[in-house]
C-alpha cells in the first residue's frame, strides 16, 4: 500500500459530517437553498464581535509588517502568552505564568501536541461517549488507540464512571474530558470532576504510573440558563486546558487557540518544556496575526444569546413532537434520540425531507442523531413543517426501545 497503515482508515473512513455538509449544497442547487434545512456542521452561524475587525485593521495598518507577519518563540508571542495566562487568573483564581501557556493552531493543535508528547505505538487514550469524533484520528495519527468509556443507560450523558476503571490498565496514558460536550450539550458538574479525580487516584495506584487529562474546552463561553462549568484544574491535579477561539469569537477558520499546562501536574517541568518541542515539530507557531488580534479580544463574547433562542425554538419543537431530545446545558448541539428501532432509516427519512442532521453513532451515541443549532432561525422556522411531515413519515415504523 502506498499510504500508511494509520492513515488508510481515516482515509477510508473520511468524515462523514463534511460529506453530509457536501450534500447539503449539491441539494440545494437541486431544490433551491431555502428548501433545505442543514443541521450538519457547526459552523458559528454569528459574526465575530466588532473588536475583532477593528484589531485586524489596525494591526495592519499601523503595526509593522515584518513583526505581525514574521517568527516568533514556538510557543507564540510573549506578550500575548502573559495576556491569555492574567486572563485565566483573573477569571477563575488561577496562577498560570507566561510559561504555562502554548499558543496553538486551534483546539486541534493542541490536543495534537499533547498526544503527540506522551503516546507510543500502543499506548490508549480513553474518552467517554458521547465524544466529537475525530479524537480517534487524533489518537490514531499519534500512534495510540481510543478507549471509549460507553454512555449509562439512562440517557443523561454524564460521566459513565461507574465502568471508569473497567477501560484503564497499564497503556493508559491520557483522558479526553469534553466539557461543554459534542454532541450533547451536557455540562460535566464540580461533583462529577471531582469524583473522576477519585477514580484516577485510584486507577494510578493500580498501573502503576500518573494518568493526565485533557479538557478540551472550546465552547467554555457557551453556556446557557444558569448552570456554570467547572475550572479544571479545580477538581483535576493533571490537567490540561485546551481552548479554541473558533466559536467564543466565531473564527473557526482562522485557526487559534492555546494549551494551558497546569502547574499542579506530575512532572510539570518536562512536560511543559515538551509542549513547546511538539508545538514546534507540528506547526512551527500558531498564526501570528490572529494571536495579536486575540490578545485585545479576551473578553469579547460573539453573540450568545442567538444560539440560546435557536436553542429554545427548537428543542421545543422537537418535543413537542414527541422526540426525545438531550436539553443542552452549553455548546450549540442538539441530542435527539431516533423515535423508530432503525436510526438509520431515520436520517435517510429526514434527508427525503431535506433535513440533514448527522447520525451520532460516530460520537458514541448510537440511536441518536445530532443536530447543530448554530443556524439562523430563520431556517429554524422554516425546517418545522419539515420535522412533523418527518414524524408522520415514521408513524408506521417500528418504534425504538
Same mark, same amino acid.
Given at each position: 500500500m502506498v499510504?500508511?497503515?494509520?492513515i488508510a482508515p481515516i482515509l477510508h473512513g473520511s468524515s462523514a459530517i463534511r460529506k453530509l455538509f457536501e450534500e447539503g449544497k449539491e441539494l440545494a442547487e437541486k431544490v433551491g437553498a431555502e428548501n433545505v434545512y442543514d443541521y450538519s456542521l457547526g459552523n458559528p452561524s454569528v459574526p465575530a464581535p466588532d473588536v475583532v475587525r477593528d484589531t485586524i485593521v489596525r494591526l495592519v495598518t499601523d503595526e509593522d509588517p515584518l513583526f505581525i507577519h514574521g517568527y516568533m518563540n514556538n510557543a507564540g508571542y510573549e506578550q500575548v502568552r502573559q495576556a491569555v495566562a492574567d486572563n485565566l487568573n483573573e477569571r477563575f483564581g488561577a496562577s498560570f505564568t507566561v510559561n504555562d501557556i502554548v499558543m496553538t493552531v486551534g483546539a486541534c493543535g493542541g490536543m495534537n501536541d499533547i498526544l503527540n508528547l506522551f503516546l507510543d505505538p500502543g499506548d490508549e487514550?480513553?474518552?467517554? %461517549?458521547?465524544?466529537?469524533?475525530?479524537?480517534?484520528?487524533?489518537?490514531?495519527? %499519534?500512534?495510540?488507540q481510543l478507549r471509549a468509556v460507553p454512555a449509562a443507560a439512562d440517557g443523561k450523558f454524564g460521566l459513565n464512571l461507574d465502568a471508569f476503571q473497567d477501560y484503564v490498565n497499564e497503556k493508559t496514558k491520557l483522558v479526553i474530558v469534553n466539557n461543554p460536550n459534542n454532541p450533547s450539550g451536557v455540562i460535566y458538574s464540580g461533583q462529577q470532576l471531582d469524583r473522576l479525580q477519585q477514580e484516577l487516584e485510584k486507577a494510578e495506584q493500580r498501573i502503576g504510573h500518573p494518568l493526565y487529562v485533557i479538557s478540551d474546552e472550546p465552547y467554555r463561553d457557551l453556556v446557557y440558563d444558569d448552570n456554570v462549568l467547572p475550572y479544571m484544574p479545580d477538581h483535576i491535579r493533571n490537567c490540561f486546558i485546551v481552548f479554541s477561539f473558533s466559536k467564543t469569537l466565531s473564527l473557526p477558520g482562522e485557526r487559534i487557540g492555546y494549551v494551558a499546562v497546569s502547574n499542579k501536574m506530575d512532572s510539570y517541568e518536562v512536560i511543559r518544556e515538551g509542549i513547546n518541542v511538539t508545538n514546534r515539530i507540528g506547526s512551527v507557531n500558531a498564526p501570528s496575526l490572529m494571536q495579536l488580534t486575540i490578545k485585545a479580544c479576551l473578553n469579547a463574547r460573539a453573540a450568545v444569546e442567538v444560539y440560546d433562542r435557536n436553542r429554545r425554538l427548537l428543542y421545543d419543537k422537537l418535543t413537542s413532537l414527541g422526540l426525545e431530545c438531550v436539553r443542552p446545558q452549553g455548546a450549540f448541539y442538539l441530542l435527539v434520540k431516533s423515535p423508530i428501532k432503525d436510526y438509520k432509516?431515520?436520517?435517510a427519512k429526514a434527508k427525503e425531507q431535506h433535513i440533514l442532521m448527522v447520525d451520532a453513532d460516530s460520537f458514541g451515541a448510537p440511536g441518536y442523531v445530532r443536530l447543530a443549532y448554530c443556524v439562523s432561525e430563520d431556517m429554524i422556522l422554516r425546517s418545522f413543517p419539515a420535522f412533523e411531515r418527518l414524524m408522520q413519515a415514521c408513524a408506521g415504523c417500528e418504534k425504538a426501545q
Open positions: 499510504i500508511s497503515n494509520k487514550v480513553v474518552v467517554f %461517549a458521547p465524544f466529537f469524533g475525530e479524537y480517534s484520528n487524533y489518537v490514531r495519527v %499519534a500512534g495510540g432509516t431515520f436520517v
